[in-house]
Nanobody, 123 residues
Framework: QMQLVESGGGLVQAGASLRLSCVAS????????VGWFRQAPGKERDFVAA????????LYADSVKGRFTISRDNAKNTVYLQMNSLQPEDTAVYYC????????????????WGQGTQVTVSS
């Protein structure tokens, strides 16, 4: 059983940056694609970014393209989400999720989830 733990969230002002981390335990991340999702109050969980097992492919939601960067360090069993130029509309709980082999933009395709980390951006 894989456990995922996110960290790095916080309260920042618009324009600031944060780096989220997602650390896996119980299983090695090498065979898993990883996605980041976010959920604002009263809204559905939305896709943010995803990365392939070997980091050769990444995918971003249009709303974060050019501002967010997903990366991974398989030796550390960790995936990162660098978030720059944060805006109030980025406020949400951010979750990482892992699925075997190929990434997906659909939350239902992922079977391993972290507990989430809150990101709040003030204007």
């Amino acid at each position: 059983q894989m456990q995922l733990v996110e960290s790095g969230g916080g309260l920042v002002q618009a324009g600031a940056s944060l780096r989220l981390s997602c650390v896996a335990s119980g299983r090695t991340l090498n065979n898993y694609a990883v996605g980041w999702f976010r959920q604002a109050p009263g809204k559905e969980r939305d896709f943010v970014a995803a990365i392939s097992r070997s980091s050769d492919r990444t995918l971003y939601a249009d709303s974060v393209k050019g501002r967010f960067t997903i990366s991974r360090d398989n030796a550390k069993n960790t995936v990162y989400l660098q978030m720059n130029s944060l805006q109030p509309e980025d406020t949400a709980v951010y979750y990482c999720a892992a699925r075997v082999y190929y990434y997906s933009t659909a939350a239902d395709d992922y079977h391993n989830w972290g507990q989430g980390t809150q990101v709040t951006v003030s204007s």
